[in-house]
């Protein structure tokens, strides 16, 4: 399986390189963009998701509802909506 590109951006969220995900990660230096969505029912209640054991950072932490990295070039939105339906099966067919 072919490693996961990474945006690196500035402290302003302009796009300065493409780095592969273990540099990234491995370096605090290099800021990337990631998207994260709070879902949230009926009455109020917050949905969280508890990690995998199996990943690398934070394994066994709880996490926001919807969380992921933006692929380069996609913009916030579209990331947002396919980690949605990536993670939680959610297709918003309007926002």
Do not use: C
């Amino acid at each position: 399986m072919q490693e996961e590109m990474i945006e690196i951006v500035d402290t302003e969220g302009s796009t300065i390189g493409i780095r592969r995900r273990s540099e990234v990660h491995g370096n605090p230096s290099l800021l990337h963009k990631v998207v994260h969505v709070l879902v949230f029912n009926d009455v109020g209640n917050l949905l969280l998701q508890k990690r995998s054991m199996n990943k690398d950072v934070a394994p066994g932490k709880w996490d926001t509802s919807v969380g992921g990295h933006v692929s380069p070039g996609e913009d916030l939105k579209t990331a947002a909506l396919r980690e949605m339906k990536e993670e939680l099966g959610i297709i918003l067919e309007r926002y």
